[in-house]
């Protein structure tokens, strides 16, 4: 029996299973093309992986929000290897406590105007009508934090941020590379939201 063996870096290659075998040992008298398919079959890479794409790409004012259908397109907020400590709030217009945070959010925005810390508010608004006042929402409330809508309402992607969360609003994420804090309620008070921070942005 042959296997056709397809490796991204390598090309294409044809053994039979005893081959397959015998060719993910290395032994100093294989030829150098079957050495570098013994490399890529124990560890299975043959490169850096891409870089994580930086959070500008994806953010926009407030005073006119980006609406995405998919997590995916968005994922990059949640993967940032930097030192900058993120913020990130999920909300909704019809949220009330979601709305009642939103002023002490921009105020930590700006106690920590000179620190690597980024506030991030993404809207989980759904119908087209509630998007549309998110603007001036934001701006009777002189909220100027970067805001995105995300309106995709699939399940598996609030597990994979949290595998507690249940979609409940407001939620927050704080995390600073590989350290993750979430907040599956309201911040009440600024020295509630400030020591949510401040383990992170101290470090």
């Known amino acids: 029996m042959k296997i056709n063996l397809q490796l991204p870096c390598l090309g294409s290659y044809l053994l039979t299973a005893p081959e397959i075998l015998w060719r993910s040992i290395p032994h100093v008298f294989q030829p150098k093309g079957l050495a570098a398919l013994t490399i890529a079959l124990l560890f299975g890479a043959c490169g850096p992986a891409d ?11 407030a005073s006119a929000p980006k609406i995405y259908q998919d997590y995916v397109a968005v994922a990059p907020l949640f993967e940032q290897q930097g030192d900058t400590t993120y913020l990130i709030n999920f909300w909704a217009t019809w949220c009330k406590p979601c709305l009642e945070e939103l002023p002490l959010l921009q105020q930590l925005s ?20 509630a998007i549309d006042r998110i603007p001036a929402y934001l701006k009777e409330q002189r909220i100027e934090l970067p805001t995105i809508v995300l309106t995709d309402e699939g399940n598996e992607w609030k597990r994979n941020l949290d595998d507690k969360w249940d979609g409940s609003l407001p939620t ?9 804090y979430v907040y599956r309620r309201p911040f009440m008070s600024m020295p509630d939201v400030s020591g949510a921070v401040a383990p992170l942005v101290s470090q």
């Open 51 to 61: 870089p994580v794409p930086p959070v500008s790409t994806i953010l926009s004012p």
């Open 110 to 129: 700006e106690d920590h105007a000179d620190d690597a810390l980024q506030i991030i508010l993404v809207s989980l608004d759904t119908e087209p009508s």
């Open 172 to 180: 927050t994420l704080i995390y600073r590379k590989e350290l993750r």
